[in-house]
């Protein structure tokens, strides 16, 4: 009988302490993924500040605003979303702290957003998309590469200026030049 106690009381303390560590994760996870944490770093204030104009950044009617991990980190897979987070988590800071963030090449960055936005983000809240646009014929047409190729298109090809309303203006306007031959 008192083994059967102990082990009962053994399990439950596993089970709390499982669901007390997820509920910790969660926490950490969701808190460390939105505009008021990323923009923390002063490097970031351009980005911020064009992320509040855009539609994505909370310039709606409904005020609704995707946070930067629902773009810059992927959310179809559990695992790639830890492992991307966790790069981020230690890439970021430490290029904050040992490189000038003037010498970061961030109009040069905007050119491969490709791979900084994920399309596993757009389609989490844009979902339906393939059905709404079939009816609409402009809104199809445009997206019907897509449908047929998902894999060989990304939603930043066509809309290059999601999420960062601006962004070329802000960078200049906080002292990051374009380099020539670039252009907005």
């Keep these: 009988m008192k083994k059967l106690l102990v082990a ?16 910790l994760v969660d926490t950490v996870i969701h808190a460390t993924g ?8 002063h490097s970031h204030a351009p980005i911020s500040a064009s992320y509040r104009e855009d539609i994505h950044g909370g310039a709606n009617p409904a005020g609704w605003r995707a946070t930067c991990s629902q773009c810059h980190i992927p959310q179809d897979n559990a ?28 109009h ?4 491969r957003r490709a791979e900084y936005v994920y399309d596993s983000g757009c389609l989490s809240c844009h979902k339906y998309l393939q059905e709404t646009s079939e009816g609409n014929r ?3 047409r445009s997206h019907r590469r897509y449908f047929a190729e998902p894999d060989d298109y990304s939603c930043v090809e066509c ?7 601006r962004l070329g203006y802000h960078l200049e ?12």
């Design 34 to 41: 939105d505009d008021e944490f990323c923009s923390a770093c």
């Design 8 to 23: 009962c009381l053994v399990l439950f303390g596993l089970g709390v302490g499982v669901a007390a560590s997820w509920a």
């Design 173 to 184: 306007a906080m002292g990051w030049q374009q380099n020539e031959g670039e252009s907005e």
């Design 79 to 106: 695992l790639a979303y830890l492992w991307v987070k966790g790069v981020h988590g230690v890439v970021d800071p430490t290029m904050e702290l040992l490189k000038d963030p003037h010498d970061i090449d961030w």
């Design 108 to 111: 040069g960055n905007r050119e």
């Design 159 to 165: 809309h290059e200026h999601v999420g960062h309303k």
């Design 138 to 140: 402009r809104a199809f």
